[in-house]
């Protein structure tokens, strides 16, 4: 019985990794090439001006945007580049906490049935109210 | 424009390797857990979820792969499970809400506690604020309101092939 059940999971393990796999490929493509191109630091640009109800610094917005288009770690990496306070750090985690590597991980979620528009939704929405509260508390962190 | 290739083509295997090397394993413990009869114990603990969201209790543990995990394994096991033919569509959509809000809560929030962000903030505004839209949600969602609309619209399926759309 325990080989049956090994070779069963073992199958279906490969199948579930297969759907993955042929959602995710060409999403990592489109990442990769969007990581080579200027278009985030054109859009950061755009956000500029909004990090002011974040209680941000108007640079932080090219974290934002790196962590929502691209993926958490990249988002790290350009925190590491900037000088931020504790808090200024800690109020990016919390909006990057509910909202991140959104074109890969809208694709997935979409395969579960849920519109991308509503998952972008609920997330980039709690993303900006975690984000106005954090901006106001952010002194007391 | 051949290296962004390269890189691409390189950062596809590496993910597709490292998701093989977790969904496989889940998916052999999670037929033996299940061909032995050990599963309903596990998640034994954390079927207050299912109460308090009014979903069945096969849903647990592929809520419980996604949180801990990550949203891809998590949406691994559930489309593997609704092959299988178990998930009512109110489940789906309430675990997608949950998962979307919600995963991978050790790496996600690990990685931003090494560069010096408050972990336990991070956590808790996740997981509370997971709970308290899962819940709203599945209120507004009764399971009754899912039977009526599949008896409005035959198999309760839109065109793409799930009902969840107009539950909201």
């Known amino acids: ?141 | 424009m051949i290296e962004i290739l390269k890189e691409a083509t390189i950062g596809c295997f590496n993910s597709v390797y490292s998701i093989a090397i977790i969904v496989v394993p889940i998916m052999i413990v999670l037929q033996i857990l299940k061909d032995y009869e050990i599963l309903d114990k596990i998640t034994r603990p954390f079927e207050f979820m299912a109460d308090l969201f009014n979903i069945s209790k096969e849903s647990i543990f592929p809520l419980l792969v996604g949180i801990i995990f990550g949203i891809s394994y998590g949406a691994g096991v559930i489309i593997q499970s609704t092959k299988e033919g178990n998930v009512p569509e109110r489940d789906l959509f309430l675990m997608t809400v949950f998962l979307a809000t919600c995963h991978a809560i050790f790496e996600d929030t690990l990685i931003f506690v090494a560069i010096g962000a408050n972990g336990w903030l991070l956590l808790g505004s996740r997981v509370v604020l997971a709970f308290a839209l899962t819940y709203i949600l599945s209120k507004k969602i009764s399971p009754e309101t899912v039977e009526e609309l599949k008896k409005h619209d035959g198999a309760g399926c839109d065109e793409d092939g799930c009902g969840c759309k107009h539950l909201v």
Do not use: C
């Open chain 1, 1 to 141: 019985m325990l080989t049956k059940s090994v070779k069963e999971g073992f199958i279906k393990g490969l199948e579930t990794t297969w759907m993955l796999a042929r959602v995710l490929i060409p999403v990592y493509f489109i990442v990769t090439f969007l990581q080579h191109t200027p278009v985030i630091d054109w859009i950061a640009i755009a956000f500029r001006p909004l990090m002011a109800f974040f209680n941000l610094p108007g640079e932080a917005a090219i974290v934002l945007v790196i962590g929502n288009l691209l993926n958490l770690y990249a988002a790290i990496g350009a925190i590491k580049a900037l000088s931020l306070s504790y808090a200024e750090i800690t109020i990016i985690a919390v909006m990057l906490s509910f909202s991140h590597s959104l074109l890969v991980e809208t694709t997935i979620t979409k395969k579960l049935g849920l519109s991308a528009i509503k998952i972008i939704a609920i997330r980039v929405g709690l993303a900006i109210f975690t984000g106005i509260i954090m901006g106001r508390v952010g002194a007391f962190i």
